[in-house]
């Protein structure tokens, strides 16, 4: 039983320790953001082909 205990206090540290390891600070600043350019339009075409007879989609003005 005390084996199973100690294992689970271990398992238990280790993922906690695995989660904070997602949280970094290696987000991009706002002045990298601010450096990109704005799109042009917030469509976006997902086809992987473009069949011949299709056009484009325009967002509504």
Partial sequence: ???R???AI???A???VCA???LTDALPSLAEMIAQPIPESAWLDLRQTAPRN???Q???A
């Fill in 5 to 7: 205990v100690t294992l």
């Fill in 20 to 22: 904070q390891e997602a």
């Fill in 10 to 12: 271990f398992l238990a």
């Fill in 14 to 16: 280790a993922c906690r």
């Fill in 1 to 3: 039983m005390l084996v």
């Fill in 54 to 56: 299709s056009k484009t």
């Fill in 58 to 60: 325009n967002a509504p």
